[in-house]
């Protein structure tokens, strides 16, 4: 199936460091999520964006949705060890019609370093 | 807050068995879905259905079935449990409409022996 194109792969940081990871698509996306995993656990999500250069803040994170529309950015802020585990975006192709079955990159495993 | 729940968090099975994973939401969703997830390889959806009775395949439905009854519960069956379907399964519900984002359970670590 399709795949979004999720970078770095991983990353492992000293707390107190910014980070920033992405996810761009070949095509037209109407929404953007970024969710966080925690070892054994379920997804939970973060943030939400649904309008084309949409920037929206959850606490120290900041995502963006990319002005093409193929592509989204997360930001996290003075990075503390609760921010380990893995990141993910969604989207929801623009030709999805009433499908609300979501595109999702492989993840990005962020190692924090007290 | 939407709660998603699936019915068991871990799970040792035989080859060949006939397994059964239960999830359950309580917000009137339309939309559920379920996926494994597997080193490396992100998450894969496996069934969704949009409605009660009605499903759909998604990227890997093979050796999977699914049953929904009722609007709130949505089962992954494995017909005949293989080594290869050792996996972490999660469910996620959707509300519908323009509503896009999907809530998960806590997710199944399925390990088949």
């Known amino acids: 199936g399709q795949q979004l194109n999720q970078s770095p792969q991983s990353m492992f940081i000293q707390e107190g460091e910014d980070v920033s990871m992405n996810c761009t698509s070949s095509s037209i996306f109407n929404t953007w999520l970024w969710y966080k995993q925690d070892p054994g656990e379920g997804p939970v999500l973060l943030i939400a964006?649904?309008?084309a250069g949409e920037l929206t803040s959850n606490g120290r994170l900041t995502a963006q949705f990319g002005i093409t529309r193929k592509d989204s950015f997360l930001n996290i802020s003075a990075s503390i060890p609760s921010d380990v585990g893995i990141y993910f975006c969604?989207?929801?192709?623009?030709?999805?019609?009433?499908?609300?079955?979501?595109?999702w990159g492989l993840g990005t495993s962020l190692a924090v370093n007290p | 807050d939407v709660k998603v729940t699936q019915s068991s968090r871990y799970l040792v099975k035989r080859t060949g068995e006939k397994v059964f994973l239960e999830c359950v939401q309580d917000?009137?969703?339309?939309?559920m879905f379920w996926y494994r997830q597997d080193p490396g390889l992100g998450l894969r959806l496996i069934y969704f259905s949009y409605d009660v009775k009605m499903k759909e395949k998604g990227d890997i439905p093979e050796g999977y079935s699914v049953s929904r009854e009722k609007k709130e519960r949505f089962s992954l069956i494995l017909e005949s449990a293989s080594t290869n379907q050792t996996s972490m399964y999660l469910c996620?519900?959707?509300?519908?409409?323009?509503?896009?984002?999907?809530?998960f359970g806590q997710g199944t670590r399925l390990t088949v022996v």
């Open positions: 917000m009137d969703h339309e939309n």
């Open positions: 996620a519900s959707v509300l519908g409409g323009y509503g896009t984002e999907a809530f």
């Open positions: 964006l649904y309008k």
């Open positions: 969604a989207g929801q192709p623009r030709n999805a019609g009433n499908n609300r079955k979501l595109i």
